[in-house]
């Protein structure tokens, strides 16, 4: 090459980068390209081809037309930059690439919004819960909010919490539902699905009703939670001296009033149903994607795996939950509609090499300035009096 020019080119299957550095210029862009590839166990890997970026030493960066191209193929398909708020988002503190965000849209049956939504992650000890839950109200606002400020303190202060974990859920979920029904001013009650992240290793979920949680493996959807209809349970319902009628174009009901057959609350029916939560146990592992929390308003309009298809190439969390819920009314869902979406990218990425940020500024005969880049969940930064790329074409990172 001539004029001093030097190009790097790094093999795969580490990030792909052509870039050429002289004393005073990098070269032009000409283009930028992106291409996916999967691995033999499905692992995204992103291949960046960023062919000839140049750059004025005498002028700004930010104005150049090929950096600004850069940046926003950079923030479109990878996500870099950070949303303008962080309502409605989090982050845990053990692993920083596990987020969460959130989102809720009311419906168009004519009632006040009755979903509540739960997201947070909370350090217990040496410990770090993600504590995540969806409350999908019925004739009652009351009953979901009391279920938001209160159930997950129940859980976490039984005593066999960290040694007998799923029957501490079902120990709360039954003093709940008894404090409930004496306090409750309200007739209506309220489904919930909870999923509590433990040390971002193994999940924990539990629900009544048919709000739903569904966890990605390598695309692949797999609900956690069950269903809770009328139609399922119509031996124990009757068991308990109700009944279940079905009318032509409507759902199965209990007593001809509830379209589901478990609920906290629901005080008039409580001889009829139970607030007996289902309790899975799902491990956390390098194929795991992501979590989906959803109410009904998502499920009665697309299956678990189209959920999974909608917003599996979305990166952060809360675009995610915006998205599906859009996907949702789209498809003319009426109902009140609250998401939450739990994105264990680190797990996701474990053999992806992918370049999260990089910025330029060119000096003589120096290119500096951090390349940001994640493999297994680590950020590393380089430094290089040429190219600081070359480090991505070394063994241990490829």
Same mark, same amino acid.
């Given at each position: 090459m001539r004029g001093g020019c030097r190009r790097l080119v790094i093999p795969l299957p580490a990030t792909l980068v052509y870039l050429c550095a002289s004393a005073s210029t990098l070269i032009t862009t000409a283009n930028i390209t992106?291409?996916?590839?999967?691995? +033999?166990?499905?692992?995204?890997?992103?291949?960046?081809?960023?062919?000839?970026?140049?750059?004025?030493?005498?002028?700004?960066?930010a104005e150049d037309e090929g950096f600004r191209l850069l940046y926003v193929f950079l923030v479109e398909k990878v996500g870099i930059s950070s949303p303008p708020s962080d309502a409605g988002k989090g982050k845990s503190k053990m692993s920083k690439h596990i987020t969460h965000g959130y989102h809720l849209v009311e419906g168009k049956s004519g009632h006040a919004m009755e979903d509540y939504v739960f997201a947070e992650f909370k350090e217990v000890g040496d410990n770090e819960l993600g504590l995540f839950a969806i409350f999908d109200g019925h004739l009652s606002r009351e009953i979901p909010d009391y279920l938001k400020s209160h159930l997950f303190n129940n859980i976490l202060n039984e005593p066999d919490f960290w040694t007998a974990t799923e029957k501490a859920i079902r120990r709360a979920y039954r003093i709940t539902d008894s404090t409930i029904l004496e306090k409750a001013k309200d007739q209506g009650g309220s489904?919930?699905?909870?999923?509590?992240?433990?040390?971002? +290793?193994?999940?924990?979920?539990?629900?009544?009703?048919?709000?739903?949680?569904?966890?990605?493996?390598?695309?692949?959807?797999? +609900?956690?939670s069950v269903d809770h209809e009328p139609d399922k349970e119509r031996e124990i319902i009757e068991n308990r001296g109700g009944f279940v009628s079905k009318f032509p174009g409507d759902v199965a009901r209990v007593d001809g009033q509830l379209a589901v057959a478990r609920a906290f609350g629901d005080k008039s029916l409580k001889d009829h149903l139970s607030s007996e939560p289902d309790v899975a146990t799902e491990v956390i592992d390098d194929k795991t994607e992501f979590i989906i929390l959803a109410s009904d308003g998502i499920w009665k309009v697309m299956s678990n795996q189209e959920a999974v298809d909608c917003i599996r190439h979305i990166k952060d969390a809360r675009k995610a939950a915006k998205h599906l819920n859009e996907e949702a009314l789209a498809r003319k869902s009426k109902d009140d509609i609250s998401c939450v979406i739990v994105s264990l990218v680190s797990q996701q990425n474990k053999n992806a090499i992918l370049v999260l940020r990089f910025s330029f500024a060119c000096r003589i005969n120096q290119l500096t300035e951090p390349v940001w880049k994640m493999r297994n969940g680590t950020t590393l930064s380089f430094h290089d009096s040429i190219s600081v790329l070359h480090n991505l074409s070394l063994k241990q990172y490829r």
């Open positions: 992106t291409e996916y590839r999967s691995s +033999q166990i499905a692992s995204p890997l992103f291949i960046y081809t960023i062919n000839h970026f140049h750059y004025d030493c005498k002028g700004n960066h489904t919930a699905v909870t999923a509590i992240l433990i040390n971002c +290793q193994k999940l924990v979920v539990a629900n009544v009703g048919d709000s739903r949680a569904v966890i990605c493996k390598n695309g692949v959807a797999k +609900q956690l």
